[in-house]
């Protein structure tokens, strides 16, 4: 095994003081520094060869592994290793090559600036990445803290939090933490109006009104926060399908056949960084998907346009299918054969010659099939009576 020749230093607002000193001799020992503007400048006097951060991001990794050979310092802020550009070199050099030196992370640091115990809180980062990611986190009573990608997003977020009923949401923008610039912004989203410094992190204590849109990340979401045409997975019956389908972590959905998005997007808010791809051949369903996913808080769901099978043809190997329409004897075997070890399948079906593909497949694969009826209470006239939806004929099962 080769000897690490790589380090990856976490440094905050106050420089080379705040690093341990075997760390500070590491960087002053450097041929290359790589790191941005901010990172250089907080470890200034050194006679390093520099390098910014290349363009596209992406090409960071090659640039150093062109370096081997050389004492090479990655400078990063805070912690490497959380929300950070340690993790992304982590996976594409072998970690046994690198050493790895932590510093506060933003966290920390803000959360001790809240007084917030950090296990309480919910930590994302919307950094280079959609704002709108973090409105699927939006509860009430619950602790955000947030990395920024500049100053304009905690307007951003000010925005999403009173438009879902959270105005009075308490927010603190931090910044510059550990530094002799270090400041504090306080405020509620629904009045925000101040101008921050571009580096900052964002505390948020979500405070629901009476009437603020509730949205748990629990499968089930109501079907009148979904844009539709009317062919959707209602409520009932998506709760059961995404339990069956088991989100997990990082997981890949395929939803074949996925409308206006619903069970691809309750999917996606189930466990962190799940994906998911939607396939539907409507242009107009396809919109829907898209703005369904946008005002949800999973702006990366992925949509495709085709029909299936064909459509599936180089798409990743998922966790998980998803047949809510299309459903053919030749759209299984190709969602079968890509779905990987221990993945799940759920088909449902609302037409008798659909049910009939599911008996058959079940009588050929085992599995669970279930038989889901729903009645809604509705007025007639002036009283109340059951009104049933459409049963659907659901088959599950798990690939081994």
Request: proline share 6%; hydrophobic share 50%; glycine share 10%.
């Amino acid at each position: 095994m080769s000897d690490p020749w790589l380090h990856i230093v976490g440094i905050g607002e106050d420089g080379m003081d705040g690093l341990l000193p075997a760390t500070r001799a590491v960087v002053a020992a450097a041929e290359v520094i790589i790191g941005g503007e901010r990172h250089q400048t907080l470890a200034e006097n050194l006679t390093a060869e520099r390098l910014a951060w290349p363009h596209p991001f992406d090409a960071l990794t090659d640039t150093i592994k062109a370096l081997r050979g050389r004492r090479v310092v990655v400078l990063a802020t805070g912690d490497p290793l959380w929300y950070s550009v340690g993790a992304r070199i982590g996976r594409a050099i072998d970690p046994a090559q690198i050493v790895y030196h932590p510093q506060l992370s933003a966290f920390q640091l803000a959360a001790a600036r809240m007084g917030w115990s950090l296990p309480d809180v919910e930590t994302l980062t919307v950094h280079g990445r959609p704002v709108a990611q973090m409105i699927a986190f939006i509860q009430p009573d619950v602790r955000l803290l947030i990395l920024t990608t500049g100053a304009e997003t905690p307007g951003q977020i000010a925005r999403f939090l009173t438009e879902r009923g959270f105005g009075q949401s308490r927010m603190t923008v931090l910044a510059a933490m550990g530094g002799k610039d270090e400041a504090r912004f306080d405020g509620l989203a629904e009045l925000w109006d101040h101008v921050v410094p571009a580096f900052n992190t964002l505390a948020v204590e979500c405070i629901a009104a009476p009437d603020a849109a509730l949205v748990p990340r629990v499968p089930g979401l109501a079907d009148s926060l979904f844009q539709s045409d009317g062919t959707m997975t209602k409520q009932e019956i998506r709760a059961v399908t995404v339990a069956k389908l088991m989100p997990m972590r990082g997981a890949l959905l395929w939803d074949i056949g996925c409308g206006c998005g619903s069970v691809a997007i309750e999917w996606m808010r189930a466990a962190r960084y799940a994906r998911a791809v939607g396939v539907e051949p409507r242009a107009d369903r396809r919109a829907m998907a898209a703005a369904n996913a946008l005002a949800l808080g999973v702006p990366k769901l992925a949509l495709i346009d085709g029909m299936v099978p064909d459509a599936l043809a180089g798409l990743d190997a998922p966790d998980a299918i998803f047949i809510g329409g299309g459903l053919s004897r030749a759209t299984f075997d190709a969602a079968w054969d890509a779905l990987r070890p221990l993945g799940r399948l759920v088909a449902n079906a609302v037409t008798l010659e659909s049910e009939a593909e599911l008996i058959a497949l079940h009588k050929a694969y085992g599995g669970d099939l279930v038989k889901l009826s729903v009645h809604r209470a509705e007025p007639v006239g002036r009283l109340t009576g059951w009104r049933p939806m459409m049963p659907v004929t659901q088959w599950s099962l798990v690939k081994r």
